[in-house]
């Protein structure tokens, strides 16, 4: 806030010059990024923003220039033949892919492929089967039907689910059409703003939104806010001089969608769309490459690594059974079997689920995720990117501390401001508010809605104080003179004295007191008691406030009688030898919220920068206030300053804190930059520009951290863009701001990233614990393939009954496990190492693939032999008995009692087996379910009801099983029969010897931490 | 927190190597995925013979005496683990199936619902349902006639006299007493068969174009086929001209299947239990043309009529006997 008005009052330390150069510098940064990005052709069509005249040029010649008159505007002829040939005046949103496009990358991504390969292998071994003439052909046509539906579905429901979170955003960016009022035909006219043409004349007034880029050629008080451009958020004056060469500095030219906050203009639109200023910055955003997500990265690792196993297994075992002499067409069909069990078909479909229900969780949170891996990204950010104004604080001016009577006090900065100061104090107080609040007030000042409002606080209701002190006369604020004075009749209707009263910059107020007041009684102002008055002014400034000096001083009756005429002009009044009263100062508070969420972030072990355009002292002392520089580190000045030294001779080392002026980065090579990213915990970039942001964003993603960043102004959309994450603020952003950004704060609060933080982290625990449940019955489903080849055991588990367990029972027992709480503080532990902290890692696939699931192989293999030995076909029988067991024309195939059975009798017994096979694993999932609930903790620890959404998957598993069994056992094609009720309890034991298992595990892991055990089994 | 991230400094970067001694082992554990991510995240930048170092690292890394990111120790310890493992859920596997065979009785299967009503299955049977031959060609009926002749070899009188007994007919033969005892079993004499025994026409009948086909029901343990009344057998054309079987003979009796021979008491203790049989001698039947026929088991509580099994109850065979 004190930016670029920093000359208004006090701690003006650099001056203003710096700046402009930092932000000069900040352009041809910002080219030079450009080409870096091999964007050469978009740098060069940026470069002729620079090129833009229309700011030198006088109005006759801009009028010649744009082919309109100021006072008739263009004709609409041609004004539609200028629309025509430049197009409507919006921006081009960035360049979508195309629906079908997105429709068919689902239909091909991830394990897709795999099942598209099956479903073609069962056409074809369906084609030459139906060519040589076989008896039940259809099945493998009916398979590959199956697979195709599989495959489609789950891309619809993917593809839906994408759209459905885009929507969100879409509308989000949707804005009301905006309306311009423009001189065409020699007419006013409301137009829709999109169809404004170069050389219109607009006319704007407080409150719009510039709806193009104008050169103004008339202004009264006009003042527009470019924060959303430029990042200042202190409104600007406009005017139609030209005071800048560079046209991004000159007071003549509005910005396209920046505001007008106070006064009216009338300009020329010299660019419209995508040719404006914004229009330019929006289309280096798009030109960022969109970085994959971590997620998105994890999840291709595990595809590749359960396809990788698919297709090794597959391919292996295709080996083996055509080397046993099966027939290729059989093989065949083995293969598609392999796959079918080893790919979690449903998982994908799962964890888009999951993620959404986060990111339902966070919206609620209001943290409004755009792309739904973003929704994890948050959980791996190791650095925080923050920027100070609205985010980090509460922006807006609050009243800090005041200094009067020789003590400073503290107000309260809270954002429920109550009160605050000390009784005996009342009479100083009272006279400093009443100076205060009585004073002018500008709606939409910052500092002075903060004086208001604190004396709201203090006195109550202001318009009858106001009303009982009626001004008389009034000097409004100027930069030459730096005071505000003006004068009131008292309130005590016996005193005829005028009041005039006085603030401004305090050593500009102290010049003009030759009293002070202290403890009600006014004092000469002795050196004494200025040396006091410059302590306390020098400890506001330092702490990054500002600071105003309040005076008043009774104008005797006798000189300034009832009808004294004062002229503001002439100041027939005394300005000098005046009363001081105090000094106040403002600053913008953090939000109370912030300094915890700082503190957690830090021991979540995340680095938070602050990265600002405000002044370095303000900075930090803000981040002092938040904990973004902790309480006992140093600066490398700090440190020269305590041990009184020269800067250079600090070793560097020392300081963990670190405040980087903007100018100082501009200088700095990316070696020094990154050694300042790596050595300091503690860093605050002040006076950055938007555009700086991205080269820090770069600078840490050198480091090989996950960065997020938070931003609400045009500038900052590149590095949102850039960023891993980025953050733009729901209030104060702009909406291009929100294009570039990957989430939106809705209420712009950096605590909301803390949630976001957490429930990042959490889904990405509990993603870790849907795959590990979802991978494990894939070797119960893949182990009878394989055993049925080696063996040759009639055919445990159909495949369409594998597609029942990973699309039917699986699914909702998964999901469920999205809900479970975190095992320990999440926040206590360090971000994951995006290198290193897989989300399938060797451990989790090792013991959900050899431990769990080969558990769990066994269990189901009981019941299968089970089944078949009660009904009379004992194990040992069943070995080698493949091709007669499958042979149509042996009708009395003799089982080890010496029954015979038919071809369709043992087809029954056969889906039997399926259904009992089935049930086993069903039941042994529900094992499965409940010790993925943790991965360290015992489940007695973590509750085995706290979560009860996955008792809602249990029983939904069960529920489904059932259904399935008894209510669809009589339908052939899907291969289930009614089961006998006992078979149900089969694997009952293995069941239990899981959570058995899985709790000595656990048990291991906390009693051993760093053990061989706890390296092999902790996942 | 895991020990992963504790070692995994964020600035930590590839390849580097020395490790503290305890993390040592770790490290190697992750080698794997993180040679993989690199490979992923870096494809464009590397060439195929840094991926081909890395893999070669990756399988034997001389440096560190490690073969696929684990040292021989790692190995074994790994290895040893899961010889436990598994064996002691082999272990696991046995036990539960022993106690499993425990329950069951070794002479009746616990359910029989799966595997009744019987099944039909007749005889000859080389690879399918159709006999086809020419009456003029010995080479193409007489792998059928081979295949009768060896089946019906344990039919043959004195074998039958030898190991069975000769039981009253029209009732069934119900043997009471230890369900481990052994059960006697009924004579079924191939001389039953009469014109299809083969004794007096070895070719049964297919050297004069009549052939014989002999159809036996699945043998089901405990089954009484019938409820009392014999079970019969008839045979029609399934689809097409009931003109183009014009008759059948049956042997023995008018096709039926005795009482005698039931119940089945199962392979065990029924040691020498001979399938009855019924031969369907078909006498006419139309030449030089595929006739399919259907021959169904007729009785109390016998399906023959269901479409999924067709075997269930009935047969269907087709015959095309030439000239």
């Known amino acids: 806030l004190l ?74 002829a041609r004004a539609a033949e200028i629309l025509a040939r430049d197009g409507p005046n919006s921006l081009t949103p960035p360049k979508a892919t195309p629906e079908i496009i997105k429709f068919l990358k689902q239909m091909v991504g991830g394990f897709s492929i795999l099942l598209w390969i099956g479903a073609v292998f069962s056409w074809i071994s369906f084609g030459i089967q139906l060519a040589q003439g076989s008896e039940s052909p259809f099945d493998n046509l009916y398979l590959g039907v199956v697979l195709a539906v599989v495959v489609i579905l789950t891309g619809i429901f993917a593809y839906y689910q994408e759209a459905k979170s885009t929507n969100i955003m879409a509308s989000f960016s949707k804005m009301i059409p905006q309306q311009a009022l423009v001189i065409r035909d020699a007419e006013k006219k409301e137009l829709s703003a999109d169809q404004l043409v170069v050389g219109d004349i607009v006319e704007i007034k407080g409150g719009d939104r510039i709806p193009a880029d104008i050169r103004l050629i008339f202004a009264q008080g006009c003042k527009v806010d470019n924060s959303s451009l430029t990042g200042e958020s202190e409104p600007q004056s406009r005017s139609c001089d030209f005071t800048h060469e560079n046209p991004l500095e000159t007071r003549n030219i509005a910005f396209y969608s920046t505001t007008c906050v106070e006064g009216t203009a009338t300009g020329i639109v010299i660019n419209t769309g995508d040719r404006t200023v914004i229009g330019r910055i929006a289309s280096l955003a798009s030109g960022v490459g969109n970085e994959k997500t971590p997620i998105a990265i994890e999840i291709e690792h595990f595809v590749y690594l359960v396809a990788g196993v698919a297709i090794s297994i597959g391919v292996l075992f295709f080996i083996i059974s055509v080397s046993m002499q099966n027939k290729i067409l059989d093989s065949i069909i083995f293969l598609i079997g392999i796959i079918v069990a080893n790919v979690p078909e449903g998982l994908l479909a799962t964890v888009t689920v999951s993620l959404s229900l986060t990111a339902k969780r966070m919206a609620k949170k209001n943290c409004l995720v755009k792309n739904l891996e973003a929704v994890e990204t948050l959980g791996s950010t190791s650095i925080i990117c923050s920027d ?41 107080c009272y006279k400093l508010f009443v ?169 979540a072990g995340i680095k938070v920068i602050m990265v600002t355009g405000d002044h370095p002292i303000t900075a930090k002392a803000i981040a002092k206030s938040v904990g973004i520089i902790s309480a006992t580190s140093e600066t490398v000045e700090d440190i020269a300053k305590r041990l009184n030294i020269p800067v250079e001779q600090v070793n560097r080392r020392e300081a963990t804190a670190a405040v980087v002026n903007g100018m100082e980065l501009k200088d700095m090579s990316l070696q020094q930059l990154d050694e300042i990213l790596c050595n300091h915990s503690e860093i605050v970039f002040a006076r950055t520009s938007p555009q700086q942001k991205l080269i820090i964003v770069e600078g840490c993603q050198r480091q090989g951290a996950v960065v997020a960043v938070t931003g609400d102004g045009v500038n900052d959309s590149p590095a949102l863009k850039k960023a891993d994450i980025g953050i733009a603020m729901g209030i104060a952003g702009s909406d291009a701001a929100k294009n570039a950004a990957d989430m939106v704060l809705l209420d712009d609060n950096f605590a909301s990233i803390v949630t976001g933080v957490e429930e990042g982290r959490l889904i990405f625990d509990n993603l870790k614990k849907t795959i590990a449940y979802t991978l494990t019955k894939n070797i119960a489903e893949l182990c009878p393939f394989l055993i049925y080849i080696i063996a040759s055991i009639p055919m445990p588990i159909g495949t369409i009954t594998i597609l029942f367990i990973d699309l039917g029972t699986d699914i909702i027992p998964s999901v469920a496990l999205a809900y479970e709480k975190a095992e320990s503080d999440i926040m206590n532990r360090r971000p994951r190492n995006k290198r290193k902290d897989r989300l399938v890692n060797q451990q989790l696939a090792v013991y959900s693939y050899l431990q769990i699931g080969i558990m769990q192989a066994v269990g189901a293999f009981v019941t299968y032999f089970t089944v078949y030995a009660e009904q009379g076909f004992l194990p040992s029988t069943l070995l080698g008995v493949r091709v007669d067991w499958e042979n149509n024309a042996i009708n009395d195939f003799e089982d080890s009692y010496g029954q015979q059975w038919t071809k369709y009798q043992r087809m029954y017994l056969q889906w039997t087996g399926y259904t009992a096979f089935f049930v086993s694993i069903t039941i042994q999932q529900v094992a499965d379910l409940i010790i993925r609930k943790t991965r360290r903790n015992s489940i007695f620890q973590q509750g085995l009801f706290r979560n009860k959404v996955i008792w809602v998957g249990i029983f939904s598993q069960i529920g489904i099983a059932l259904i399935l069994t008894y209510g669809l056992g009589h339908v052939t094609a899907l291969n289930f029969t009614p089961l006998r009720f006992q078979y149900w309890f089969v694997a009952v034991p293995f069941a239990i010897l899981i959570w058995v298992y899985d709790e000595v595990r656990k048990l291991f892991i906390r009693r051993y931490p760093g053990s061989w055990w706890d390296k092999n089994m902790y996942y | 927190m895991d020990g992963n991230a504790s070692a995994g400094d964020m600035e930590g970067q590839h390849g580097t190597p020395h490790q503290k001694a305890e993390n040592k082992h770790e490290e190697k554990v992750q080698d794997p995925d993180r040679g993989e991510d690199e490979t992923k995240a870096e494809m464009g930048s590397k060439t195929w013979a840094d991926l081909a170092g890395e893999m070669k690292t990756f399988l034997w890394n001389p440096e560190e005496r490690t073969c696929l990111g684990r040292t021989a120790k790692s190995w074994g310890l790994i290895l040893l683990f899961y010889l436990i493992f598994y064996t002691c859920l082999a272990g696991m596997f046995a036990f539960c199936m022993y106690v499993m065979l425990l329950t069951l009785s070794p002479y009746t299967p616990t359910y029989r619902d799966r595997v009744s009503p019987p099944g039909v299955m007749i005889r000859p049977y080389l690879n399918g349902f159709t006999i086809a031959f020419n009456v003029s060609q010995p080479s193409t009926w007489q792998p059928y006639v081979d295949s009768m002749h060896h089946f019906l070899a344990a039919y043959d009188d004195k074998v039958q006299e030898e190991k069975n007994i000769e039981c009253i007919s029209g009732q069934y033969f119900i043997q009471g007493g230890n369900e481990s005892e052994e059960k006697k079993a009924c004579q079924f004499k191939r001389s039953l068969l009469q014109n299809c025994s083969g004794i007096e026409d070895p070719t049964f009948g297919y050297s004069k174009g009549k052939p014989c086909i002999l159809l036996k029901m699945n043998r089901i343990i405990g089954y009484r086929p019938g409820a009392g009344v014999p079970v019969s057998v008839s045979c029609k054309v399934q689809k097409g001209n009931e003109s183009n079987l014009r008759s059948v003979d049956f042997y023995p009796g008018n096709g039926t299947f005795d009482l005698m021979y039931y119940p089945y008491y199962g392979k065990i203790t029924h040691v020498n239990y001979t399938s009855p049989l019924v031969a369907m001698h078909f006498t006419d039947v139309k030449k030089n043309h595929l006739v399919p026929i259907q021959c169904s088991l007729n009785g109390k509580g016998i399906v023959n009529d269901v479409n999924s099994d067709r075997f269930l109850g009935r047969i269907i065979f087709t015959l095309s006997i030439g000239k």
């Open chain 1, 3 to 76: 930016q670029k008005k920093s000359n208004v009052y006090s701690v003006e330390i650099y001056g203003t010059k710096d700046l402009e150069k930092t932000e000069i510098g900040d352009e041809e940064e910002k080219y030079k990024d450009l080409k870096g990005n091999n964007k050469k052709k978009k740098a060069e069509d940026l470069k002729k923003e620079l090129d833009l005249e229309d700011h030198k040029l006088s109005t006759s010649e801009l009028e010649e220039k744009y082919g309109t008159s100021i006072n008739k505007g263009l004709s609409s």
């Open chain 1, 388 to 428: 100070k104004t609205g985010t980090l604080t509460q922006n807006r001016m609050t009243v800090a501390h005041l200094w009067f009577d020789n003590q400073i006090y503290s107000a309260d900065t809270s954002e429920d401001q109550t009160t605050l100061l000390m009784e005996g104090q009342k009479y100083t």
């Open chain 1, 435 to 603: 100076l205060l609040c009585i004073q002018r007030v500008v709606v939409g000042d910052a500092s002075e809605t903060a004086l208001l409002k604190f004396a709201e606080v203090i006195l109550g209701d202001i318009m009858d104080i106001r009303a009982r002190n009626k001004k008389v006369a009034e000097i409004p604020f100027n930069s030459t003179n730096k005071f505000q004075l003006s004068i009131h009749e008292t309130d005590d209707p016996k005193d005829k004295r005028f009041l005039l009263v006085m603030k401004g910059a305090p050593e500009r107020i102290l010049e003009r007191c030759s009293t002070i007041m202290i403890n009600g009684k006014e004092e000469p102002l002795d050196s004494e008691k200025a040396e006091a008055f410059q302590t306390a002014y020098m400890e506001l400034g330092g702490m990054g406030e500002r600071v105003l000096g309040f005076c008043h001083l009774y104008l005797p009756e006798n000189e300034f009688p009832d009808t004294y005429p004062f002229d503001t002009d002439s100041m027939n009044f005394p300005t000098s030898n005046l009363c001081f009263v105090g000094l106040l100062s403002m600053i913008d508070p953090p939000r109370s919220t912030v300094p915890d969420a700082v503190s957690k972030c830090r021991s």
